[in-house]
């Protein structure tokens, strides 16, 4: 299996471009992230996330339209691609391998406690 | 609506790069217009103040180099990219052109050394271009002559006081001895010098301790860094005592820096005033103009030429001797003072008739020319393999060209991947020579380093990375790039019949280069066996040469002589003024019944003792050697066949000759006693000189004849013990005759090592060439061999087939490499009077073992075509 690189807050993103689905760009992003996990995000770390995963070949981005309080500026939306999916499905079916991994019983110790 | 603030804005604008600077600035803005609506003002604009500075990030920041790509790096990237795969993808290939281009870079890198080596001879001294030594010319029977180094006395105070305005220094010179040096136990054998007080400043030595100025007094003595360590160890030996021979204390006043291998004064362990040889008795101070056996350097003036200070100084012997009774015959010979510059000391300094040779320049060029030579050979495999791997490569640029690749851009491409390789092999070849250069320091005699450290040399291995990429890749580049797209891409693209011609060609030159340097290598390992094996007129095994290194070995030398005796380890003691092996003196001023028997030349003379013949073991040809029971024969001469040939006495036994000579204080006759066979005792390569042994003189020299049969190792301590017991005070010191001889080749075996090691390396970059050429053709027609074989051909059909076309190549280049090196042999060994004939087997066996070897390198790939199981073949389609 080729190793896939993506971060906790990578992941965050591309999960969150994919709720937006057609929606997704750098403002709506922020501020659905900022609702669902209710932690504040910067434009900055935003914004080098979703450079960095355009560049891995997991976001692509179009130009959409300007509206005016945007000062007539595009605004840019992004989509996952089918590599970015894959990886997706990769992080997560690991994941969910580890869940099965763990004995119930230590789980439920551990959560009791 | 109200905007952001102003500068945070435009700090963001021209931070951010530009692709992204819309989007950002609109999410920015969209963020500003939310937040103005929800809270004050200023808190608005702190968050967006806040924003921009957290947005100033990697990623986002614009790069500094520019963010569009004005050029097309990214195409020679790809270039790099396709060559790089190419190499990979036939690691055969690419081995045997890189391998070979490594090793021809090698040679040529240790040759360009080398040269540069030679050419950088003397340039130690900061004074090189200035530097020059007084040398004296004349004319003798109406023929000019210069070169001569050897000068009279006088001539020192006569530069000095008359001439003095055209020199920065003037520095007298004696000619190097071996002396020895001792301090309390410690004793060793060193070469030396008496040189003017000037000389340090005037050759830039670079002081260790002590200043230049050490030469100030006579009993001073200056010695170099290598001596003084294993003499005084670490100590600083400035104002210690050195005992000189055993006899005279000095003070040590200065240690320089010892002299490098590619200067003039290598060798030379110590420096002594030259004011002490004048002071030391009244002897040099009586010597006149007529007598010649000194040196003199000068550094000319600082805006000075040579031809200039020349001009000045050329009548400075004519005007002082011409008001000199005792030189008034001398007036004739029209004596001109000239000037061997220091750039002529190494590589012209070789006189033949009285005229500068260039002899040793021309050596130098000529093995700059091999160099040279092999690495043309490393670039011709190159192409060749790249133009006959073209076909492989004639879809790609078929391809590139109908997608719109105009042909010079395909020439960058080739040209590129060829100095892909060539970098590669670079980096290989610095690899090798850095492996190689002790090896070759030790055959050329040289130390050489690689100069990591000077800009110059990197500055040639980049012109040198260029000439070599050009040269490899121009012709594959133009011949790949000339492919016309429609018929390549329609498959029936076929080289056509001549598109090998040139390939065949380069094999050609190849090979003929190669059979060249075998030839040359094998003519003058001839010259040398046949100079080696040439009868030396006396017995050279077994006879032990010591220099008297003092006067003990003349107070004490009854003594010595029958102890040695009584050791049992000796036969035979002579004495002579030089050694053997070399020309001491020549003298002329010989006369028979009143004509001179000068004529043009000088006479080479011998001071031997009694027992000198006996000793050496000169054999007569006519009349007797000197004998100890008549008295008279203290007049009477043996001179050599070459002598009596040129005397033109017929039996010249008996005969009496008059010799009138300044420096000896001579003016009687001499009785001729013996002829004997011509002692080599000069060059080997060159005719002996008429020679006359006589029973005067100062004998420096003692020969001893170890008993026969007794082994050297035997003999030698026996002899060492007699030294060491009669005279303790000088370290036992001796030269084999035959050691001596033997190194008069070293010039010649160094050449014929070099030439050789170059041949076999020009045979080895051939046949790597000619290896990847034959694979290739094998790989073309393995289809066609396919058919052969089912249709009934056998192994050695296909053998031969495959080989026949090499074969008629190697020895077409044998036909062409004949004549050629004939040529450049014939007036090779033209400058040697004593050679061989240029034998035609040499020929032959290098024409046979030219084609054998490519046979061999051809019948491995033809071979393993021929026994390729057909199936495989055909069956892939």
């Known amino acids: 299996m080729k190793h896939y690189q993506l971060g906790e807050f990578e992941e965050v993103v591309m999960l969150t471009v994919g709720v937006l689905y057609n929606e997704a760009y750098g403002v709506s992003i922020k501020k659905e992230i900022e609702s669902r996990l209710s932690r504040s995000v910067s434009v900055g770390a935003l914004q080098t996330a979703l450079i960095r995963l355009e560049d891995k070949g997991y976001l692509k981005s179009r130009e959409g339209e300007a509206t005016e309080e945007r000062a007539g500026r595009p605004k840019k939306y992004f989509e996952i691609t089918a590599l970015g999916a894959r990886v997706l499905d990769h992080v997560r079916s690991t994941r969910e391998e580890l869940w099965n991994s763990i004995p119930k019983v230590a789980l439920k110790l551990i959560m009791t406690n | ?877």
């Open chain 2, 1 to 877: 609506m109200s905007s952001p603030p102003r500068i945070p804005l435009r700090f963001f604008r021209w931070y951010c790069h530009p692709k992204l600077r819309d989007s950002i600035e609109g999410d920015l803005m969209e963020l500003y217009a939310e937040r103005r609506v929800k809270h004050a003002k200023w808190k608005a604009d702190l968050q967006f103040v806040r924003d921009v500075i957290l947005l100033f990030r990697k990623g986002i920041i614009k790069p500094t180099e520019g963010y569009q790509n004005l050029n097309n790096y990214g195409m020679y990237k790809s270039y790099f990219k396709i060559g790089w795969r190419n190499l990979v993808k036939n690691k055969g290939y690419s081995l045997i052109n890189i391998g070979g281009l490594a090793l021809g870079m090698a040679v040529a890198m240790v040759i360009g050394l080398w040269v540069f080596d030679e050419l950088s001879f003397n340039h130690y001294h900061e004074n090189y271009s200035r530097i020059a030594q007084v040398m004296k010319g004349g004319s003798f029977e109406g023929q000019h002559y210069v070169g001569q180094t050897s000068l009279p006395f006088p001539l020192v105070d006569q530069l000095k006081n008359n001439y003095g305005a055209n020199f920065k220094h003037i520095v007298p010179a004696s000619w190097e001895s071996e002396n020895v040096l001792s301090i309390r136990d410690k004793k060793i054998s060193k070469t030396g010098m008496f040189i003017g007080e000037e000389a340090p400043e005037m050759l830039t030595l670079k002081m260790i301790h002590g200043t230049r100025s050490a030469l100030k007094d006579p009993n001073s003595l200056m010695m170099s860094q290598s001596t003084a360590e294993a003499l005084f160890g670490d100590s600083d030996p400035v104002n210690q005592m050195v005992k000189i021979n055993g006899e005279k204390e000095l003070m040590v006043t200065g240690v320089y820096e010892d002299l490098p291998k590619n200067s003039a004064f290598f060798g030379i362990q110590f420096f002594r005033p030259y004011d002490y040889l004048i002071n030391d008795g009244t002897w040099m101070k009586e010597q006149g103009w007529d007598n010649h056996f000194m040196r003199i350097f000068v550094e000319i003036q600082p805006h000075a030429t040579f031809e200039s200070t020349t001009a000045n100084i050329i009548d400075a012997e004519v005007t002082a001797i011409k008001d000199l009774a005792y030189m008034k015959d001398e007036l004739k010979y029209n004596y001109e003072i000239l000037l061997l510059p220091m750039r002529d000391w190494h590589l012209r300094a070789d006189f033949k008739e009285g005229v500068l040779q260039s002899g040793p320049l021309q050596l130098v060029w000529f093995i700059g020319a091999i160099g040279a030579f092999v690495l043309l050979l490393a670039c011709i495999n190159f192409m060749n393999l790249s133009t006959a791997r073209s076909e492989k490569r004639a879809k790609e640029v078929g391809i590139r060209k109908a997608i719109g690749s105009i042909r010079r851009q395909l020439i960058g491409q080739f040209l590129s991947e060829s100095f892909l390789v060539v970098m590669f092999a670079f980096i290989i070849a610095i690899g090798i020579v850095n492996m190689a250069l002790p090896l070759f320091n030790q055959l050329s005699d040289k130390e050489m380093s690689m100069p990591w450290t000077q800009p110059l040399f990197w500055a040639c291995c980049f012109v040198f990375l260029l000439v070599t990429g050009l040269l490899a890749g121009s012709y594959p580049a133009l011949y790949l790039s000339s492919f016309k797209p429609v018929s390549v891409l329609k498959g029936v693209f076929r080289a056509g019949r001549f598109a090998s011609v040139p390939r065949r060609v380069l094999v050609v030159v190849q090979f003929t280069v190669s059979v060249m340097l075998i030839i040359c290598t094998g003519v003058i390992y001839n010259q040398l066996v046949f100079v080696k094996n040439r009868p030396v007129g006396y017995q050279r095994d077994g006879l032990l040469m010591i220099p008297k290194k003092s006067d003990a070995f003349n107070t004490r030398a009854d003594a010595l002589r029958a102890e040695l005796k009584n050791s049992g380890a000796v036969t035979e003691i002579a004495e002579s003024g030089g050694s053997v092996t070399s020309v001491w003196s020549n003298n002329g001023g010989f006369t028979y019944k009143g004509e001179s028997l000068d004529r043009d030349r000088n006479y080479a003379t011998l001071g031997v003792s009694h027992d000198f013949g006996k000793t050496v073991g000169w054999q007569f040809i006519e009349g007797r050697d000197f004998s100890k029971e008549i008295a008279s024969d203290s007049a009477g001469f043996v001179i050599n066949e070459a002598a009596a040939k040129f005397m033109g006495i017929e039996n010249p036994s008996g005969k009496v000759i008059h010799w009138k000579n300044g420096p000896w204080r001579m003016d009687r006759d001499f009785t001729i006693l013996g002829v004997i066979k011509d002692m080599v005792m000069g060059s080997p390569f060159e005719p002996v000189k008429p020679t006359i042994y006589f029973t005067m003189g100062w004998k420096g020299w003692l020969m001893l004849r170890v008993t026969p049969g007794m082994p050297m190792q035997e003999a030698l301590p026996k002899i060492e013990n007699v030294f060491t017991k009669v005279i303790p005070d000088i370290p036992f010191d001796y030269k084999f005759a035959n050691a001596e001889y033997a190194a008069k080749f070293s010039t010649e075996d160094r050449i014929g090592k070099l030439a050789a090691v170059f041949a076999v390396l020009a045979i080895v970059i051939s046949c790597l060439g000619l290896f990847g050429l034959a694979s290739f053709v094998a790989e073309q027609r393995t289809k066609e061999i396919g058919v052969r074989k089912v249709l009934g051909a056998s192994v050695a059909n296909l053998w031969r087939m495959l080989s026949r076309e090499f074969v008629i190549l190697v020895t077409l280049s044998c036909i062409i490499a004949a004549p050629l090196s004939y040529y450049i042999l014939y007036n090779g060994i033209k400058q040697y009077e004593y050679k061989t004939e240029i034998g035609w087997w040499i020929f032959v066996a290098a024409a046979v073992g030219a084609l054998i070897i490519t046979l061999l390198t051809v019948s491995y790939q033809a071979v393993k075509a021929a026994l390729a199981n057909p199936v495989n073949s055909l069956r892939s389609e």
